[in-house]
């Protein structure tokens, strides 16, 4: 345990000397606080202007956080593998273990630093501008920004431990993040048409239930896990930033997954695995999963 302290704090302080991550941080702080201050400032917004201008935020938190996180993440031990530097680190006490999850704690603190920044600017901003401070709605905000941070680290981190070169390491973190963010809700559209046989959008005009499988598989998204897991303790409901490819009337925002699972308004019951406090345990494993597989191919790899 000792050992893989000294490697969070050495890839902590290593990292934070990254101009990258300064750069990261103000973009970060900088999208934030402007969706925050354009939404108080809108005169033709409708319904209570701070939920709005929480909803908003979390916006360019959910776009931004996944490509922060891989930038800041791809290069953990692929970096020290092409150098060279990889053997003379592991001719010490830290073992491979020690290295991998040093590396992945040491990246998180790093990521969670701009995560951190953002809603204290916000939080200041909020306090200037509308006399108050949503602590109530931030703080869960802020641990899910901080579980989401981390989904993307451990995906970051494992694809450097498992290949050779830097290369192959961005080319993957950043079709890992097309697919999550920009292709999911297409593949899910095609998926839903060779299983259904028609287009959700052209499912008709009323209001009916939605296949379960089409629930659990827009769940598993770890940033559709974050929206539902937020919503559970935010006043606003929280909308996941990925393209709305899978739109319909029945789309959340527009009902409830309850009432999206039974087609029927004003429904409240939904198996266990629906409901938005899953979105923690979804969010745990995309987590673990990513690192379990990245340790165990980088605990036998040949350095």
Not at 52 to 77: H, R
């Amino acid at each position: 345990m000792r050992t893989m302290a000294t490697v969070v704090r050495k890839d902590f302080s290593d990292s934070v000397r990254s101009l990258s991550l300064w750069v990261a941080t103000l973009l970060l702080v900088a999208a934030a606080c402007a969706v925050y201050l354009f939404v108080w400032g809108a005169q033709d917004i409708a319904g209570p202007r701070l939920e709005t201008g929480i909803l908003s935020m979390t916006f360019p938190l959910q776009f931004l956080i996944g490509l922060i996180a891989l930038l800041v993440g791809f290069g953990a031990i692929v970096g020290e593998r092409t150098t060279g530097s990889i053997k003379i680190l592991l001719g010490l006490p830290p073992t491979r273990r020690d290295v991998f999850l040093g590396k992945f704690v040491g990246r998180f603190l790093v990521i969670a630093v701009p995560i951190a920044v953002t809603f204290l600017a916000v939080s200041v901003l909020s306090l200037v501008t509308y006399g108050e401070v949503p602590i109530a709605d931030f703080a869960p905000l802020l641990l899910g920004a901080l579980l989401l941070g981390a989904v993307w680290t451990s995906i970051a981190v494992s694809f450097s431990a498992v290949t050779e070169s830097r290369t192959r390491v961005i080319a993957a973190c950043l079709s890992v993040w097309l697919v999550l963010v920009v292709l999911w809700e297409i593949l899910l559209t095609i998926l839903y048409y060779i299983v259904e046989g028609t287009f959700p959008e052209a499912a008709g005009p009323d209001f009916v239930a939605e296949p379960t499988w089409v629930l659990v598989l827009q769940r598993l998204n770890p940033i559709e896990a974050f929206a539902f897991l937020s919503s559970e303790y935010v006043e606003p409901m929280i909308l996941p930033a990925l393209f709305p490819f899978f739109v319909g009337e029945q789309r959340w925002g527009e009902y409830t997954t309850a009432e999206r699972y039974h087609g029927q308004e004003g429904a409240t019951e939904i198996p266990f695995y629906l409901e938005g406090e899953f979105g923690a345990v979804i969010l745990l494993a995309w987590i673990v999963i990513p690192l379990a597989i990245g340790y165990l191919r980088f605990r036998s790899v040949d350095l």
